[in-house]
C-alpha cells in the first residue's frame, strides 16, 4: 500500500440515492471489482451493516471505503468511497459526509426514475459543490425507461444527463465504466500542502467496544501518523494517536494520511462527547492557522415519551439510550413522568424515521418492551409577560389563559407521484391544512411542493400517503419556519379519567375529526369491562367526540373437564399475568398495546 | 321402583364443609369424534383389548389408593371419551379394583356416562348390575339437524328411548345438552329444554357451545363457515336458560349443572368445593395429598402410551406437581364461585394467607357482581355468573 497517494490519484466521492435505487448492491460492486474483499467476505451488502440498516436498505451512520483501481489509462487511484445516509432525516449526516467529497454519483432507477429523496440529496451535494454524476441503474430490467428518466434528470434536477452511465448493480453491467466515470470527471482535492501543518475536519465518529472512539478524518493539510499527539480545536482535548488506517472495507492500518485522504484514527478516547463532529484536528505542537468553519448542530424536530412496559426496566431503558447516544448525538432523552406510563423519557429526534429507527433499535438491541406516546413537535409559545416557551410535550402546556399566541413549526414537502394517484395526494394535504406552492408534470409523474404544518405530518402523513398511492407516491420535507396556530389541548377521557399520554395539541379545526378518530379507536381497543365505559375527547371542558364502550355481558367458561382445575388455573394465570401489562386508570384497565395502536392512528 | 327410590335417599351425601373424595376413572375412546369436542377421547378402528385396559385400570387404581389411604371414596365417575363402548364386565372389572382398593362409602354415588345410542342401551342393565347407580347421558339436543350438526351417531328417537329406559333401569338419572347452537333462537332453546324438563329425571347438566382452539368448529369458526351466537344472544339464552329450569324446580346450582334440590351430582360438587379425587386411566386428573401438601396429579393422555407406562411402572402419571399457596387458592376460588353456595373466605384464607382485596370486593359487590351469603361465604349473582372469569381474574 503506498504510503503517499499524490492528490491527483485520489477521489473522495459519495453515491446519492432514493432508498430500493441500488445504492447498497452498486458499492458492493465497486468493493468487489477493486478486490477491497473477495467473495467470501462479501456479505450481502457490506456497508449497511447495522441490521436495521439492512432489512429497511437505508444507510444511518456514514461509513467509508477506500479502493484501490488501476484505471484504463494505467494510472492507480485510491477512490474513498464515502457511502451517506438516505433519509432527509439524517440531511445533517448527509451534508457532513458529502463535505468530505469532492463529488457524488447519483444513481437513479431506470425504470422507476427520480424520487422525491433523490430530489433534496442532490441539493445538498449541489449546496456543497460537488460535481455530480448520473448513474442510471437497472437498465436491465423490462420497464427500465433509460431516455425517460434521462429527460427527467434534465427537467427536474437540471443535470445534463447525456453521459449518464448506465448500468445494472445487481447483474454487474457497467461497473467499470462507473469507476472510469469517478477518475475521469470527479476531480481530485483541490488543495493540500503535506508540509504544512496538520489540518484534518472531523468527519464522524463513534463508539467501538474494542477501539473505544473510532475518529472518521478527512485531511486538508499536512500529515496524520501513528504516535502524533493531535489536538482537537473546538474543545481543546489532546490524544496520543494509537492508530492510523483506512476502511477496505475492514480496518487497515497505513503509515499516514496525507492531504485528500479519508481515514480513521484510534487515540485512547473514552468519550464521545470529546470528539466534536466538524471541529479540526491539528498537531498539538505545530498548529494549524485557521479552524474550518464546522457544522452547526441537528436539532430534533419531533418528540415523544418512550417509557418501559414494564416499570421495572426503566434503568435499562436509561441504559440503552445512553449507549444509543454515544453514537448519535442528534437523539436527546430526558426524565419524564406520566400518570398513564409511569417513569419514561422525552426524546427528542430529527424525523419520524429516526425516532422509528432509535424506537426498533431499544426494542431489538436492547430487548426493551417500549410504549411511545404521540409524536409531538416543538410549539413555540409566548406567554402574555412576554416570554417564550418551547413545548416539547403536550402534557406541559401552560394555562390558556397566560398564552398570547402558539407557533408551529411549518415544512416544505416534495411529493413525487404517478399522476393516478395525485388527486388523492392533494386531497390528503388540503385535509392537513396544506398550502399547495408547485405542480409539474415530468411523463406521467407529478411533482407537487406544498407548504404544511409538520404536527399534521407527523400524525400519520406517511402512512396514509403510502397507502393512497399503493406505495408509489415518494416524501421529502425540509422545516421552513414559525407560524402562528390556533393550537388547542385535546385531552382523552376514558370513564372520565384524563390519560395525559393520549392528550395532543391539534388545530381547532382538525380537533373534532382526530378526537373521533382516536375515540373510536380506543373503543376497538379497550377490552369491555363489568361496566360501561365512556370515552371522551374534550377541549377544555367541552367534550368535542364521545363513543362508549358496553359492558361485558358474558365471560364464563361452560365446562370443567373432569377434574381438570389445572387448565382452568392456567387460564386465570394468564388473565393475572395480562393485568399487569395494563395500566389503571381509576377503575379501567387500559392494555399497554392499546396505547402503541391508539398512538400509531389512524384508520 | 319403590326400592330404587329408597336407594336415592341412602345416597351419601356431602356437605360444603366436607366435600368427600371422589375417584375419576377416564375411558378414552369414543366411536366418533364430536367436532365441537377437545375432550381427551380417541377413535380407534381396530377391537380394544377391554380385558388388558382393565387390568391397567386396577393396576394404577392400586397405586392411586396407596397414594390416598385413609380416605373413604364417596363417589365413582366414569366418564370420557364413550365409557357406555365399555362392556358390563370391564364396568365391573374397574369397580371391583376400586371397592378391593379403597373404603367405599355404603350409597356412595357412581355415576357413569353414556351415549344415547340404541346398541348401548342394550347394555345398561350389564352395567346396573356392575354398581352404576347414576347415568349421565350425552343427549345434547333434541332436533335431529342440530345432532346431527353437532356430529353426534343418534337421533332424537334414539335419544328419547334411552332415556326412558335408563330411567327404569338406573336410581338416579342426568342427560346434558349443548346449547347456543349454530342458528338458535331463544324462544327455540326455551321449547327444547321445557321439553327437555320433561323427560328429565332430577338432575340437566345445559352446556353452551364453546368454541375450543383445535377442533374443527374452531377452524369453520375461523373461516366464517359457522356463526353462532354472540356475546348478547347467547347471554340472553344463558338467561333464559336460569329462569326455565327454575320455574321448573331445577334451580342452578352450578354454572351449567341443574338439579332438584338434594339430586346434585356428588362427584362434581367434590370437584367445585375443591375436595380431593384420584384420577385413573389416559389423560385423568387427580388432586391428592403429598408430603407438602396438595398436588396436582395427572396422567398420559394418549391410550396406548398409558397403558404400557402402566404396564412397566404401575402407573402413566406424568405430572404429580405440589400446588403453592397462590396455585391451591386460585383453584379453590375459580371452582368454588361456580357454585351458588359459592366458597368460603376462611378456608381461602387459610390457603392462600391473606384477604380478599376489600376494595376490589367492594367495587363487585357495587357492579352487582358478588356478595355475601354470611359473614365468611362469597358468592356470584346470577349476573355475576355470566362474566365468572373476569370476576374470579379481579378476586384472585
Excluded at chain 1, 402512512?463 to 408509489?472: A, E, H, N, P, V
Excluded at chain 2, 342394550?122 to 347421558?137: D, H, I, K, Q, T
Excluded at chain 2, 321439553?195 to 377452524?219: C, V
Amino acid at each position: 500500500m503506498p504510503a503517499e497517494t499524490p492528490l491527483d490519484h485520489i477521489r473522495n466521492f459519495s453515491i446519492v440515492a432514493h432508498i430500493d435505487h441500488g445504492k447498497s448492491t452498486l458499492a458492493d460492486r465497486l468493493i468487489q471489482a477493486t478486490g477491497g474483499l473477495d467473495l467470501r467476505e462479501m456479505k450481502e451488502q457490506v456497508l449497511d451493516s447495522m441490521d436495521i440498516e439492512r432489512e429497511r436498505g437505508i444507510t444511518i451512520k456514514a461509513q467509508t471505503v477506500r479502493l484501490h483501481y488501476t484505471a484504463k489509462d494505467g494510472g492507480t487511484y485510491v477512490l474513498n468511497l464515502i457511502d451517506t445516509p438516505g433519509h432527509v432525516d439524517f440531511a445533517y449526516e448527509v451534508s457532513r459526509s458529502l463535505s468530505a467529497c469532492e463529488g457524488a454519483l447519483l444513481v437513479v432507477d431506470a425504470a422507476q426514475g427520480v424520487e422525491a429523496q433523490t430530489l433534496a440529496n442532490v441539493y445538498l451535494a449541489l449546496d456543497n459543490d460537488l460535481e455530480i454524476v448520473p448513474v442510471l441503474n437497472k437498465i436491465d430490467l423490462p420497464a427500465a425507461e433509460p431516455d425517460k428518466v434521462k429527460e427527467q434528470i434534465e427537467e427536474v434536477i437540471g443535470l445534463d444527463a447525456s453521459n449518464a452511465v448506465m448500468i445494472s448493480a445487481k447483474a454487474g453491467i457497467g461497473i467499470e465504466d462507473v469507476l472510469e466515470a469517478i477518475v475521469h470527471r470527479l476531480p481530485a482535492p483541490k488543495t493540500g500542502d503535506r508540509t504544512a501543518p496538520l489540518k484534518a475536519l472531523l468527519v464522524d465518529s463513534w463508539y467501538d467496544a474494542y477501539l473505544g472512539v473510532v475518529v472518521l478524518v478527512r485531511i486538508l493539510d499536512g500529515e496524520l501518523r501513528k504516535n502524533q499527539v493531535v489536538r482537537m480545536m473546538g474543545t481543546g482535548a489532546r490524544y496520543g494517536v494509537d492508530r492510523v488506517g483506512v476502511f477496505t472495507p475492514k480496518m487497515v492500518q497505513v503509515d499516514a494520511l496525507g492531504p485528500g485522504e479519508i481515514g480513521f484514527i484510534t487515540a485512547s478516547i473514552k468519550e464521545l462527547a470529546d470528539t466534536r463532529v466538524g471541529d479540526t484536528i491539528t498537531e498539538d505542537r505545530r498548529q494549524t492557522a485557521e479552524m474550518l468553519p464546522g457544522f452547526k448542530p441537528a436539532q430534533p424536530v419531533v418528540f415523544c415519551g418512550l417509557f418501559p412496559v414494564d416499570a421495572a426496566d426503566f434503568e435499562d431503558l436509561r441504559a440503552a439510550m445512553g449507549k444509543l447516544r454515544l453514537n448519535d448525538a442528534s437523539f436527546s432523552f430526558e426524565m419524564e413522568t406520566s400518570a398513564a406510563l409511569g417513569f419514561g423519557f422525552r426524546c427528542g429526534f430529527l424525523g419520524l424515521l429516526h425516532l422509528e429507527i432509535i424506537q426498533e433499535r431499544l426494542s431489538r438491541e436492547f430487548d426493551l418492551d417500549l410504549i411511545a406516546t404521540a409524536p409531538s413537535v416543538v410549539y413555540r409559545i409566548h406567554l402574555t409577560d412576554g416570554t417564550i416557551l418551547e413545548l416539547h410535550n403536550p402534557a406541559d402546556m401552560p394555562d390558556p389563559a397566560r398564552i398570547e399566541m402558539i407557533e408551529e413549526p411549518w415544512i416544505t414537502a416534495t411529493i413525487m407521484t404517478p399522476d393516478e394517484y395525485l388527486g388523492n395526494i392533494l386531497q390528503l394535504c388540503q385535509e392537513r391544512r396544506g398550502i399547495q406552492t408547485q405542480l409539474t408534470y415530468v411523463g406521467a409523474r407529478a411533482l407537487v411542493s406544498y407548504e404544511l404544518p409538520l404536527n399534521e405530518v407527523v400524525f400519520d402523513f406517511y402512512d396514509r400517503l403510502k397507502s393512497i398511492s399503493k406505495g408509489y407516491a415518494s416524501f421529502d420535507y425540509h422545516i421552513a419556519d414559525h407560524r402562528e396556530g390556533d393550537l388547542v389541548k385535546m385531552q382523552i377521557l376514558v370513564n372520565a379519567e384524563p390519560v395525559d399520554a393520549l392528550s395532543m395539541l391539534v388545530h381547532r379545526s382538525q380537533a373534532e375529526r382526530r378526537g373521533r378518530v382516536m375515540c373510536e379507536k380506543l373503543k376497538e381497543l379497550i377490552p369491555q369491562h363489568l361496566f360501561k365505559i365512556p370515552i371522551q375527547a374534550a377541549i377544555g371542558g367541552r367534550v368535542i367526540a364521545r363513543e362508549t364502550i358496553s359492558a361485558l355481558r358474558k365471560d364464563v367458561t361452560a365446562k370443567c373437564y373432569g377434574g381438570d382445575a389445572t387448565r382452568k388455573r392456567k387460564l386465570l394465570e394468564k388473565q393475572k399475568e395480562g393485568k399487569k401489562r395494563m395500566r389503571q386508570f381509576g377503575k379501567v384497565e387500559i392494555p399497554q398495546e392499546a396505547f402503541i395502536a391508539a398512538l400509531k392512528m389512524e384508520s | 321402583m319403590n326400592a330404587l327410590s329408597a336407594e336415592v335417599h341412602r345416597f351419601l351425601p356431602t356437605t360444603p364443609a366436607d366435600p368427600g373424595f371422589g375417584v375419576y376413572v377416564h375411558w378414552p375412546f369414543c366411536a366418533a369424534k364430536c367436532p365441537y369436542c377437545d375432550f381427551n377421547s380417541h377413535v380407534r378402528h381396530q377391537a380394544i383389548d377391554q380385558e388388558r385396559f382393565a387390568r391397567a385400570f386396577a393396576r394404577e387404581i392400586a397405586v392411586m389408593a396407596g397414594r390416598s389411604r385413609g380416605l373413604t371414596v364417596t363417589s365413582i365417575f366414569l366418564g370420557g371419551g364413550t365409557p357406555s363402548l365399555m362392556e358390563p364386565a370391564t364396568v365391573g372389572a374397574i369397580l371391583d379394583a376400586i371397592a378391593a382398593n379403597w373404603t367405599v362409602a355404603p350409597g356412595a354415588e357412581v355415576t357413569m356416562e353414556a351415549n344415547p345410542s340404541s346398541v348401548e342401551a342394550e347394555r345398561f342393565l350389564g352395567y346396573r348390575a356392575a354398581g352404576v347407580n347414576r347415568l349421565s347421558l350425552g343427549v345434547q339436543a333434541l332436533n335431529d339437524e342440530d345432532l346431527r350438526g353437532l356430529g353426534r351417531l343418534h337421533d332424537v328417537a334414539q335419544a328419547l328411548k334411552a332415556i326412558e329406559l335408563a330411567r327404569s333401569t338406573f336410581p338416579r338419572l342426568s342427560f346434558d345438552l349443548i346449547y347456543a347452537r349454530p342458528g338458535q333462537s331463544v324462544a327455540s332453546w326455551e321449547a327444547e329444554l321445557a321439553r327437555a324438563i320433561d323427560l328429565a329425571a332430577d338432575h340437566l347438566s345445559l352446556y353452551q357451545l364453546t368454541i375450543e382452539h383445535g377442533t374443527p368448529f374452531y377452524a369453520l369458526h375461523k373461516a366464517g363457515k359457522l356463526k353462532v351466537p354472540d356475546g348478547e344472544l347467547s347471554a340472553d339464552l344463558y338467561e333464559a336458560t336460569q329462569s326455565v329450569t327454575r320455574t321448573a324446580g331445577l334451580p342452578a346450582y352450578e354454572i351449567s349443572n341443574h338439579a332438584v334440590p338434594g339430586a346434585e351430582s356428588r362427584h362434581n360438587l367434590t370437584y367445585w368445593r375443591y375436595g380431593l379425587y384420584a384420577g385413573v386411566g389416559p389423560g385423568a386428573h387427580g388432586r391428592l395429598m403429598g408430603r407438602l401438601g396438595r398436588h396436582a396429579v395427572a396422567t398420559e393422555p394418549n391410550p396406548e402410551r398409558w397403558l404400557q407406562m402402566v404396564e412397566d411402572w404401575e402407573t402413566g402419571t406424568t405430572i404429580d406437581d405440589a400446588l403453592s399457596h397462590q396455585e391451591e387458592a386460585d383453584e379453590l376460588l375459580l371452582m368454588g364461585l361456580r357454585l351458588t353456595e359459592g366458597v368460603d373466605l376462611k378456608r381461602w384464607r387459610q390457603v392462600s394467607g391473606r384477604d380478599i382485596d376489600p376494595t376490589v370486593e367492594a367495587d363487585l359487590v357495587a357492579q352487582g357482581m358478588v356478595e355475601r351469603l354470611s359473614p365468611d361465604r362469597i358468592r356470584a349473582t346470577p349476573a355475576g355468573m355470566l362474566v365468572l372469569d373476569a370476576v374470579v381474574a379481579d378476586l384472585a
